[in-house]
Structure formats: structure tokens, C-alpha cells
């Protein structure tokens, strides 16, 4: 997984499905070895310290609490049960996304509303710069 890769499975989107979820991180780059017992063995393992950091990132558990519950498993049983995880955690956010976008006018809505905010909170700050510069304030 990794967020500067062109390709589409190379992250995982808010708006993937759970079947796309899944498959993500089934095709995820892995090595042949089992996972470390230990936080330190995933030093020169970037895709095993990638795909470790997601789990405990998701499931609000350190790196040693993952590698205690599945160090010395291979890649075939781990991805599995974070698949699982990753599917419980973002299909929720994904449903939601793809409510939000199907509706253009709500999205325009909550824009305006936020820019009317911006606009008052800046104004204070405005009416100081062009007193400063010396305009004309209208």
C-alpha cells in the first residue's frame, strides 16, 4: 500500500467497497517470510511494517500488540483478518462518502455555509490590512 503509487490498488480509497477492500489488500506486496514476534524485526521489512502499522492503526492496538497476536503467522493468514478489520472499520465511511457525492446540492450547501463562516471570521483581520495598506474601507 502506498499513497505515491499511480495504481488504484496500491490504497485503499474512502469510497472502495467492501469487495474492493479486501482485494486490496489481498494484492498488497508482501515477502515470503512469516511476521516478526517483534517490532524490531520489521526493520528491513517495509511491506510487513506497512501492512502491520494499517492493522494496529485500525484497530487502535501498538505495532507489538499485532505482532504479539500474529508474529510467526504468514502473510495468507494476516491479510485475511486484516481485510476483516479494514472492511469493519471503512465500509461505514465509505457508505457515507458515497451518500455525500450523490448529492451535489448538499455538498454546495455545506461550502457556502462554510465559506459565510470563513468570510466572518476574516473579516476583522481584513478591515486591519487595508487600513494598513490604506484603503478605502467600503
Do not use: C, H, W
Not at 474492493?20 to 517483534?38: Q, V
Not at 486484516?82 to 461505514?92: C, G, I
Not at 462518502?97 to 455538498?107: E, G, K, N, Q, S
Amino acid at each position: 500500500m502506498s499513497k505515491s503509487d499511480p495504481s488504484d490498488l496500491s490504497r485503499i480509497n474512502l469510497t472502495d467497497d467492501a469487495d474492493a477492500i479486501a482485494k486490496k489488500i489481498k494484492k498488497a506486496k508482501t515477502d515470503p517470510e512469516a511476521l516478526p514476534s517483534e517490532v524490531d524485526g520489521l526493520a528491513e521489512r517495509p511491506e510487513a511494517q506497512n501492512l502491520v502499522g494499517i492493522y494496529a492503526a485500525l484497530s487502535g492496538a501498538t505495532k507489538a500488540d499485532v505482532l504479539a497476536e500474529f508474529g510467526g503467522r504468514q502473510f495468507s493468514e494476516f491479510k485475511p483478518a486484516l481485510a476483516e478489520l479494514a472492511v469493519e472499520k471503512l465500509s461505514p465511511i465509505a457508505g457515507e462518502m458515497r451518500r455525500i457525492l450523490a448529492d451535489p446540492a448538499y455538498i454546495d450547501g455545506v461550502l457556502r455555509e462554510g465559506a459565510g463562516r470563513a468570510r466572518e471570521k476574516a473579516e476583522a483581520t481584513m478591515k486591519m490590512v487595508r487600513e494598513i495598506i490604506g484603503l478605502i474601507d467600503g
